[in-house]
Every structure is written in C-alpha cells, then in structure tokens.
C-alpha cells in the first residue's frame, strides 16, 4: 500500500486535476553540461503494467543512488507509457527520438513492442536496451543498435534443463507454457538441452493467452516425472494454485518470469517447491545487489524481481558505456560501440558482458522457492557461470537452426 | 477415465462460476436493453474489495464470506449510483449506453491499478474449503465443489425471486413488455435501480468467489467480460434459464474443447457462438429477438 | 451558409499547410495518425451512424487487409500490386462478414460481430505461417507514388491528407445521395422501407461494403505508418476503441468521427506523456460527454452554441424598449 505513497508523488506533478490541463512543453535544457536525455518504453496501464511499474522502479533506483547522473553527467528522463500495444510502441519511440532527442532508450517490456520499432531503431541510430526476450533480435535477425542486459528467452532455459536432467534426475517431463512466441522459445530451449542429456518430453501443452481456467490442460498432466511451465505476468501465480488445486505433486520448474522474487509476495504455499532459473536472484550477495534492495526497499517497499533489476542493470551499462566515451553521446555509433564493449563485475546478477551480437554473457541461478522465517524466498541452490544465449552450443551451427517455435525441436513421439 | 471425470466435474464447476457472473447480465440486458460493457470490471473490482478484505490488507481481515458479501454490496451500491446518475439519463440511447459503460470499465479498471498495483493479488481458499474429495484416483478440489453448490443456492434464489415474489413478477412484466407495465402502474424506473445493482452485486459476488480459483490481477475484467457475453448469447437475453445452461454448456465446451481440440483452442467458444448467433439470433432459450 | 463555406476554407488552408506550422515532426506524424484513423472511424460510423449495425468486430477488417499486404510485400510482391491485392482481399473479407453479420440486427449483429472479430484475433495467433503469430510481420519499406517515397513523414502526411479529403468527399456525397436516404430509412423504419418495395437487406450490405472500402484504406495507411501488423491490432479492444471515436464524436454525422478520432488520438499519444493515468481521464472524459453531449461531442457542441445564441438574443430582445 505504500506505493501508494510514491505514485501519488508522481501523479501530483501530473496535474491531479485532470479536467484543468495546460499543455506543458518539456523544460528547456539548463544551460550547464547539456544533459544526458534517457528515455524509457514501459508500460503503465493495462495487463503489463505489472512489468513495466517494477521496470520504472529500477530506472529511479539507480538515478536515485546516483543522485539523477550518468557517466557523470546530470539526466533528464522521459518515461512512455505505450500502452503495451505494438503501435503504441511506435508512437511513443517516435516521440522519444524525434521530440525529445533522448541518447538512449531503455525498454520496451514486450517482445512484439520490440519487433514494432527495431527497424525504426536501427534507422534512428538510437542504441536501444530491453527486456525483450525476443530470439532473433540478437540471433537471426540481429540490430546492431539493440543490447541485451538480461536474457534472450531460451537462456536461462538451457540451464534450466540441464539441471532438471542432471541434478533433479528427471527423464520424462511434459511442458506448459501460454501459446505465443515468449513460450515456444522458452520451452523449445528447454527441450533441446533436456533431450540431449537423455530427457524425454512427452507433451507440449498451450494454453491461449487469455485463459482463466488451466484445468482442461492440467487434466492432461499425468504420468511424468516432472513439469516445466513458462508463464509469464501474473499467470504463475494462478497457475501454481490451479495446479496444486488440481492434486498435482510432481515438481516443477521455470524459467526467469515463472518464479520472479517480485511475485513471492502474491504466491501462496502452493508454490513452494518451485525451482527457477533467473538472470537475477534477491538472494544474491554482492556489495551491488545489496545496495539495489537496499534502494527498493527504502524508496518503493518492495522485493524487487527481475524486471527492476533488469532494467538498474542496463542503467549501470550506460553509466559506465558513458563513461567510456569520456561523457560524449554525440557520436551514435561509438557509444553504441562504448555500450557493447562494456564488461561488469559488480552489479546486482553478477558479472556482465556482451557477445557479438550484443545479448548478454553472464551468471544464471537455480533457486528453488522456500518458507523461512514465515516468508518464501528464493533460495540459490545452483550458479551456472557464463551462460550465453548459445549455450555450449556450437553459435554457427545454432543459427543454422531455425528459430525455436511451436514445432521446434519437434516431439519425439 | 479419470480425464473425463475430471473435466466433467470442472466443467460445471466452471460453468457454476460463468452462471453468477452471467445471470447479472443477462438480467439487464433483458430488462434494461442496455448492454453493460462495465460488467467484467465490476467482476473485477468486487475481487479486488472482497480480497481486501479476506486479506486483511489495509488491516482489517474478515471471514472470506463476511469478505464477499462486503463486496457484493459495496459494488452493488456502485451499481445502483451508476444507473440512478448515468443510465438513468440514456433511456433507448443505445449508442450513449455503450459509450459510458466502455468508459466507466476504463476508469474502474485504471482505478484498480492505482490502488491495487500492478502484481496479482493472492486469495486464499476460505477455511474448511481446502483440501481434495477423492472419488478412487481422481481428486477434486472442496472448494471447486463448493461453487458448484453456491451456483446452484443462487439459481434457485433468483428463480424464486423472478417467479414467486410479486418483485420478480414486476421485473418480468418489465422484460416482456416495459410500456404496459407503467401503464399498470409499476414503478419501472425504480426497478431498473433494482436490478442494476442486482446484477453488479452478482457480477462482484462471482469475482470474488472466483478469486480463490484466479486470484486477481489487472486485466481480468477484459479476459471475462467476453465470456459472459458468450454465455448470455448461447442461452439467451433475459432468461434465468437460459443464462444456466448456457453457463453449464460453455463450461463443457471451455474445458473438453481445449483439452481435445488443442490446435482450436482460440476458437473454441468463438465459433459455437458465431454459428448460433447466425441459425439463432435470440440464443437457445432468449425471448428478446434484437 | 456563408460562416460555413469560410469555416471549411479555413480547415482546408490550415490542414494544407500543416506541416509548416506545426511544431516538430513527431505532431506531423501525430496529425497523420489522427486522420487515418478519421478515415476508419468514418468507414465505420456508415455502419454505426447511418445504417443504426454497432460493429463491435471491425478492427477484424482492419485486420484482414493489413496482414493481407504485410503477407504479400513479405512474400516479395511490389507495393502497387499487393496494396491492389490486399484490397481486393479485404473488400472479399468484408463481403463474407457482411453476409454473416447481417443475419440480425441490434443486439444480434453487435454479437456476430464480436465473434467475428474474435475469431479473426485468434486466427492472427495461431496462423503462424501466414501472419507471424505474435511475432507479427514487419514491413521494410513505404511504397513511392509518382517518385515521392513515403519514408518522408511530409509525404507520408500528404498521402494521408489526400485519401483523407477523399473520403470526406465521398462521406459528403453518400449523405446526401439517395442510397444514404435510403439507409437512414432502413435505420429509422425498417418495415415501413420494406413495404415500399425497398430491399433492405441488399441496402444494408452494400453499406457494409461502401465501410469496408474505407477500412480498408485505413488499414492500408496503418500498415504503412507503423510498418509492422501483429494480432494487437485486431483484438476486441482495437474495435471498442474505433466505436467510442465514432460514438464520442457524434454518430451520424460527417464531423464527429474526425473530432472523435482527434480526441482518442490525442488522448492516446500525446496526453499519455503528460499525465499517467490517461486511461482513467479517456474514460472520465467518455463520461462527461454522455453527461453533457450524450448525442456526441459535435452534436452537442453544436446544440450548446446555439442555446448560447439565443440566450444572447433573447438579452438583446430584453434589452431593447
């Protein structure tokens, strides 16, 4: 309820009083150093907000640890709501490069925003850094303006099953995920890595985007050792219930959104048990994740998950990409150049560094969700060092492959 | 066998659960003529208060049931101050009707986010409600069980109230013919207060009874609105049996559809509607030809 | 007559000369937003407005002829054959919802509209080799007429403008043509038209048709402006919210669904960067029109302007001796 508190700060300068609006132009640049212009692409009504509202938190976290610079020079920050539609996307991006002139845009939250203006992107020479977890955004298909702090969507699904098979023990699983690209990803890459370590899957349910009720799938659940879902939102949440509700015991596990440390506040005890592997763990303890939850904690009162840490992640990039160029933003390509070249050793998920194609290379933990002290955590039970979005995979010969889907790899029945 | 146990029993369940929030429309629609767009969000804000309350998070925790009837007349009182201030200024405007009821969803739905955040919001199954009823190797959840039961107390409150109270006699001489019951002398306009508020504190009572199986979180008024709309099309405008079975009849559908048509699960209630609506434009029991 | 003609000069010089009086290219490419949704809402408000059919299922049109050209530039098709094609493809699509649709009327065709337009939505899912499922399909280029590439926002704006004015013409001149009588006829008695030997039902169908070829030229700009079509577009919120532009605005009239899609637009892109919840004030303001202009805000401007005249007339009348 305390967030309350903050969002009212921030809807009082927003003019309260709707109905008696005066168009406020945006605020001349002091004339100092000019100042850094950093835009942002969430989401802040509708379905996603849930996301896009802890990616806005990670953003002022780190400009309010930093007392509002970057690179050491002082930020004026645009914050879009698009909506969460692709066309929103646009719109709003066309307003952060062509009215305000922003150097650097971090977001969008959704994969099909990204798709929406990473051409545009690429045109306006604007570097770009997102949570999207789109594949060929840094595979197939790649945008040289485009960073990747957090992870491709079969990232941290690779470990994910490579732990399922050799730490968990487990060989026959069936997966769940919702029926859009976000989904096939995840559990494609899951699929690939379990079957090569002698797993098989023996179904691959889909339930639609919008479905209340999982029953219908989790009555087909039966006869396995093991369930990996890849819900994202707050479908984990129902779907963990549903689950429990339905009887089912055999573990499950998840990738990066199905047991985000910022959901632990909504689940229930059905979810303990839940093994995740996330870019990000609260429980991480470095001098970096402490000072982050320290910050979330004082100015927004919650745990933060992978969304805020995202997105304070790809603060420090720039932080540190500007850095490098001495403070210049000028010159597009060499602080894209500076960003890309950027290598990190304390931040709040560990060392950081990009590989070629500008997607992350870095530190992913399996947690497993427990009770202590009254409360769940995510508790880290394993690190894996160095995960790129290849894998141990051969990088050629993973991009001759076609992208993971709803078919790919296909089931071995 | 115990697959198709299984999605028998949660089909009705379901279907239980799409009759509470249904029955409010269709009592509207059938009455009022007004197609109440709102309808999903008062679902939503009525989970959204009754897990306020269950949850004890602004202090005060209460009893879940205490928790939803605190809703359902919260909601209802919402609805009432909707129709006396709003609607009541709209008669026949259809285009108006849609028009508010779009924008006030808009408003209830920002609203919940202001307040409630952006994350879901847990319910717990009320006490004595958790907990499995083993029939051989199937287990079905109490508190599933449960709604079956509260669907079917409902049903039978509001048959009595339509045909054996001299209420019920009034809102249906106003579904047949509203004109000649104010000739008759009944105070139609009152009435239409009457079953707003009915209607939104059904559409509230059956968020949160359902909160417990969906938890609450933003955008749950627009993944439920369209199924009422499914409901009230297949059984039809304005009729309390029609709203049940055709309640019951998308619970099957819902559930043996996506569990046996997988690759038309999208479509799965879409395209019965559709062929209905174009051999039946009143649905199967709808005394309201549009 | 004489204000009017010089109120219409002026919005024609103004909208003329947009583009060098208006502040920075990111309102351009706002203005050009603002008409081509004009263009769809006004497609739509022949349905609404003049035919009395709510359609709760056209971004579903929308739809069909957007991912209709996204497939076909994809596929390798140059841009004046597949805008042709995709066209075509949706004025066919629009045909087969029309006969669908217009089974009922009322609440009826408002149902069978829903569900067409779902099904549409869940089509753009789940037919992933044709439309990207919610990867979507990217469009790499705007199309070149007579040399001027659209990549322009100026030209792309001219574009817009042009189709813009066309359809407003071809709006001014359905209104006032006898087919437009007729369609009132049928929206405000149906029985009665058809005891005058009116077929009522082939009326109502080329009226879906005539709504389909705007939509269809929306959906073609849309495509083009954002170069990029995935299932969003086509869901049930897309279709509500061309509805209320049109209902905002005032039905039935040629102004309103241009003032509508102007207040939705605005509201949308460039309110959202000043306040948070605009979604909260869209729905406030939805709601205080249906207080003040329940007829729409055009309409109900109009009436206000007119009371307010002979309030200042009847206080002159007063005043005199």
Known sequence: MSRKLTRRRFMATTAAGAAAVTFKFPAPAIAQAAPFKLGLLTVKTGPLAQGGIQMEQGVQAFLKENNNTLGGRKVEFFSADTGGNPAGAKTKAQELVERDKVDVILGPLAAFELLAITDYIAQAKTPLMSLAAAEDVTQRRPNPYFLRASACSSQAMHPMADYAAKEMKLKRMITISEEFAFGYEQMGGFQQTFEENGGKILKKLWPPIVTPDYTPYLAQISDCDGVCQGFAGSNPLRFMKQYAAAGLKFPVVTGETGGDDALLHSFGDEAIGLVSCCPYTADLQNESNKRFLATMEKEFKVLPGFYAAGLYVNCQVVDAGLKKTGGKSDDKEKLMAALKSVSLTETPRGAIKFDHLGNVIGDFYIRRLEKAGGKLINKTVKTYHNVSQFWTYDEKKFLQQPVYSRDFPPLKS | MTFWLVLTVNSITFGGLLFLLSAGFSLIFGLMRIPNLTHGSLFMLGAYVGATFAGGLIGLQLNFWLAAVVATLTVAAFGAATERLLLRRLPGNQLAQVLVTLGISFMIADFCLMLWGGDPVNVLTPEGFAGFVRAGPAAFPTYRLAIIVIAVIFAAGLWFLLDRTRLGAMIRAGVDDPDMARVVGIRVSKLFTIVFALGAGLAAFAGIVGAPMLSVYPGLDQDMLPLALVVVILGGTGSLLGSFVGSILIGFIYNFGQALLPELAYFVLFLPMLLVLILRPQGLFGRIIA | ?321
């Open chain 3, 1 to 321: 007559m004489n204000a009017r003609f010089a109120a219409l000069t002026v919005a024609l010089a103004a909208l003329a000369t947009l583009p060098f009086w208006m502040i920075g290219v990111y309102y351009l490419n706002v203005s050009s937003q603002i008409l081509f949704y004009a263009i769809f809402a006004l497609g739509l408000n022949v349905l609404v407005g003049y035919a009395g059919l709510v359609s709760l299922g056209h971004a579903g049109l929308f739809g069909i002829v957007a991912y209709a050209l996204g497939f076909l530039l994809s596929d390798g098709w140059g841009h004046p054959a597949a805008i042709a094609m995709a066209m075509a493809i949706g004025l066919a699509g629009t045909a087969v919802f029309a006969a669908l649709s217009l089974r009922a009327t009322g609440i009826g065709f408002i149902m069978i509209t829903l569900a067409i337009g779902e099904i549409l939505w869940g089509l753009a899912y789940r037919w992933i080799s044709f439309t990207g499922g919610d990867n979507g399909i990217s469009l790499h280029s705007r199309p070149a007429p007579f040399g001027y590439s659209m990549a322009s926002p100026y030209t792309f704006y001219y574009t817009t403008l042009i189709m813009f004015l066309l359809t407003v013409v071809a709006m001014a001149i359905f209104v006032r043509s006898p087919f437009g009588a007729a369609l009132r006829g049928t929206r405000d008695q149906p029985r009665r038209m058809t005891a005058l030997g009116y077929h009522v039902w082939a009326i109502r169908f080329w009226a879906c048709m005539f709504s389909g070829l705007l939509t269809c030229v929306a959906g073609i700009l849309f495509v083009y402006y954002t170069q990029f079509i995935s299932p969003q577009t086509v869901a049930l919120t897309s279709s509500a919210e061309v509805l209320l532009m049109v209902i905002s605005g005032g039905p039935a009239t040629l102004l309103g669904p241009i003032v509508g899609a102007g207040l939705v637009v605005l509201v949308k892109t460039v309110v959202s960067g000043f306040i948070e919840r605009w979604n909260f004030l869209l729905g406030a303001i939805f709601v205080a029109i249906v207080i003040l202009m329940p007829e729409g805000l055009v309409p109900g401007t109009l009436r206000l302007w007119r009371l307010f005249w002979r309030k200042q007339r009847g206080a002159r009348t007063e005043a005199q001796p």
